[in-house]
């Protein structure tokens, strides 16, 4: 499926911002339900990242490139692709206006733009990711690092463990 570009107005039954996981899920299912329903997908990105597969690759079990593919491979058939982002959203006018100064008006809208990470919020977390054991596969740029601790781990306990000090609370059921 080849994007659309911005300029002018446009109107959808259903815009889906974002065209990550969840969003091309929630179009998939939405035309399961509802073959010929107007869905849009505002998504910037040519490459769709499978997040939850770079747990897979942190671990060694599935080259991280199996976790990429072009966005429009994944935009199901029937959704159009607005390849541009959000800058505004006019809920009260049930419009989005993208970088490119298209205005999107909208019946329905569902904002699905996956996480954002912040690692700045702890302190010494950037300098330290990727290092001395700290590691992460919520972020591609650690995921090397990341098989590398799990490949070099000559067992016993971790240093931070997740076993928490009382075991029987029901945020943290006892490990088994």
């Known amino acids: 499926m080849a994007p659309l570009k911005g300029g002018g107005h446009r109107h959808h039954q259903v815009l889906i911002v974002g065209g990550g996981s969840g969003g091309i899920t929630v179009a998939s299912q939405l035309l399961r339900a509802r073959p010929g329903l107007g869905v849009a997908i505002l998504e910037p990105s040519s490459v ?3 997040q939850s597969g770079w747990i897979l690759a942190g671990a ?3 080259p991280y490139e199996q976790t990429q593919r072009s966005e429009a491979a994944v935009i199901p058939t029937g959704v159009i692709w607005i390849h541009d982002s959000a800058t505004t959203f ?3 006018s049930n419009r989005v206006i993208t970088a ?3 205005v999107l008006s909208y019946d329905v809208l569902v904002v699905a733009m996956g996480l954002q990470l ?3 919020h702890i302190k010494g977390l950037p300098e330290a990711l ?3 054991g700290i590691i992460s596969t919520y972020s591609r740029a650690h995921l090397a690092a990341t ?3 799990i490949r070099g781990f000559q067992g ?3 240093p931070c463990s997740p076993i928490p000090p009382r075991r029987s609370s029901a945020a943290a059921p006892p490990r088994r």
């Open 130 to 132: 990727g290092h001395h």
């Open 147 to 149: 098989w590398e601790t």
């Open 118 to 120: 912040n690692w700045s």
């Open 48 to 50: 769709h990242e499978y």
């Open 90 to 92: 006019e809920p009260q």
């Open 60 to 62: 060694g079990l599935l």
């Open 156 to 158: 016993g306990e971790p």
């Open 100 to 102: 490119a100064g298209e």
